[in-house]
T-cell receptor, first 116, second 115 residues
Framework: DAGVTQTPRHEVAEKGQTIILKCEPVSGHNDLFWYRQTKIQGLELLSYFRSKSLMEDGGAFKDRFKAEMLNSSFSTLKIQPTEPKDSAVYLC??????????????FGEGSKLTVL | AQSVTQPDARVTVSEGASLQLRCKYSYSATPYLFWYVQYPRQGLQLLLKYYSGDPVVQGVNSFEAEFSKSNSSFHLQKASVHWSDSAVYFCALSMPTSSGQKLVFGQGTILKVYL
């Protein structure tokens, strides 16, 4: 089975630009998560989808961050407009999310964003 | 509120030594607990998980963890570390909710194994 695929692996943007990060979850998984990872803040939840429905939208990230799940096999995270403080690794993860698989997440390798 | 605390930001050990990475949690019910590992330039990977039953759980690469309800802890251990174990280790707690599942991650512990 293919794991979680994230593209691009690296992105460099100018302040004020719009960037879109992409994620393909593991086939058959019901849940999809977007996290931001920085050394200072650690892992921060940006968005959580269950069966393509948005279940949780990280409060602090609502104004410039928008995650969408267009179908069960593809999700995007748009940051508009970007700011230097958005420089981080963005991780996508998916999960079956039911029963004994609750909490067991499969992570992509991440998209490293640098905003100049 | 639910929380996970990893009190050691960084741990350094020599190859072949034993290892314990600490994790404390705060949750009113019996939690689902996890340890994830992150190697450089990669995403997180599951090491082991605890749902119920035997408090000592075995994971990949000879890691194990012990759940203690009385101490609210879930410490990760390994009898003999290898240089390739150098990575960042995250403890996490999962809770079912009415809208799905919620995970809380600790801040992570950076493990450096020197030869």
């Amino acid at each position: 089975d293919a794991g979680v695929t994230q593209t691009p692996r690296h992105e460099v943007a100018e302040k004020g630009q719009t960037i879109i990060l992409k994620c393909e979850p593991v086939s058959g998984h019901n849940d999809l998560f977007w996290y931001r990872q920085t050394k200072i803040q650690g892992l921060e939840l940006l968005s959580y989808f269950r069966s393509k429905s948005l279940m949780e939208d990280g409060g602090a990230f609502k104004d410039r961050f928008k995650a969408e799940m267009l179908n069960s096999s593809f999700s995007t995270l748009k940051i508009q407009p970007t700011e230097p403080k958005d420089s981080a690794v963005y991780l996508c993860a998916s999960s079956i999310g039911l029963g004994a698989n609750t909490g067991q997440l499969y992570f992509g390798e991440g998209s490293k964003l640098t905003v100049l | 509120a639910q929380s996970v605390t990893q009190p050691d930001a960084r741990v350094t050990v020599s190859e072949g030594a034993s290892l314990q990475l600490r994790c404390k949690y705060s949750y009113s019910a019996t939690p689902y607990l996890f340890w994830y590992v992150q190697y450089p330039r990669q995403g997180l990977q599951l090491l082991l998980k605890y749902y119920s039953g035997d408090p000592v759980v075995q994971g990949v690469n000879s890691f194990e963890a012990e759940f203690s309800k009385s101490n609210s802890s879930f410490h990760l251990q390994k009898a003999s570390v290898h240089w390739s174990d150098s990575a960042v280790y995250f403890c996490a707690l999962s809770m079912p909710t009415s809208s799905g599942q919620k995970l809380v991650f600790g801040q992570g512990t950076i493990l450096k194994v020197y030869l």
